[in-house]
């Protein structure tokens, strides 16, 4: 079964506006919480992350909420670009025991000009 | 210096084939992964080694076939393909209890 669900499947926004990719998961033995980054023709690419012991986590344009007591987490892409245009995963892992990632299903992002 | 490389890029072959693709990372994370990715995105994995020794084994047609000969090489060797085998492979590594996984640029496989 799907362990982490990722929604929205697509997504397009205008230039400089706010993108919003969601993420659920049912395991609270996860610990550890990443955001994958994938350009066509290239592999994923850790964007940020985030442990459940803080609420979130800013990194430049790029931030995550997570939720603890609703199980979810959720990627928010502040004045998006262009440049942002990509697939995004989320995943989830234990990272105790031996590193097994779950990831969500992907969003394609498209940021119109 | 590419931290997880992967070869072929490409691969283009015949149905009933045998096909490898190699995996070398030089981060000195003791374990590595190959995940596939359909057309439609997903990546799924496939396995998963830590120090050389299998710790993840997907459910994956045996004739996928895993090889990984010290803990910086991982090759991936399939036997008899099929068209559905078409997709892109990635090879990832991590250190465990770190949490950071890197892949490789993929490897596409097109069976004909």
């Known amino acids: 079964q799907q362990q982490v669900k990722q929604s929205p499947q697509s997504l397009i926004v205008q230039k400089g506006g706010i993108s919003i990719i969601n993420c659920a998961y049912e395991n609270t033995a996860f610990d550890y919480f990443p955001w994958y980054q994938q350009f066509p023709g290239k592999g994923p690419a850790l964007l940020i992350a985030?442990?459940?012991?803080?609420s979130e986590k800013k990194e430049g344009r790029f931030t995550i909420s997570f939720n603890k007591s609703a199980k979810q987490f959720s990627l928010h892409i502040m004045d998006s670009q262009p440049g942002d245009s990509a697939t995004y995963f989320c995943a989830a892992s234990i990272r105790s025991t031996g590193n097994q990632f779950y990831f969500g299903t992907g969003t394609s992002l498209t940021v119109i000009p | 210096d590419t931290a997880v490389s992967q070869t072929p890029k490409y691969l283009v072959t015949q149905m009933g084939n045998d096909k490898s693709i190699k995996c070398e990372q030089n981060?000195?994370?003791?374990?590595m992964y190959w995940y596939k990715q359909d057309s439609k995105k997903f990546l799924k994995i496939m396995f998963s080694?830590?120090?050389?020794?299998?710790?993840i084994n997907e459910t994956v047609p045996n004739r996928f076939s895993p090889k990984s000969p010290d803990k910086a090489h991982l090759n991936l060797h399939i036997n008899s393909l099929e068209l559905g085998d078409s997709a892109v492979y990635f090879c990832?590594?991590?250190?465990?209890?770190?949490?950071?996984?890197?892949f490789g640029e993929g490897s596409r496989l097109t069976v004909l």
């Open positions: 981060l000195g994370h003791d374990t």
């Open positions: 080694y830590n120090n050389k020794e299998l710790i």
């Open positions: 990832a590594s991590s250190q465990v209890a770190v949490g950071e996984l890197f």
């Open positions: 985030i442990r459940p012991d803080v």
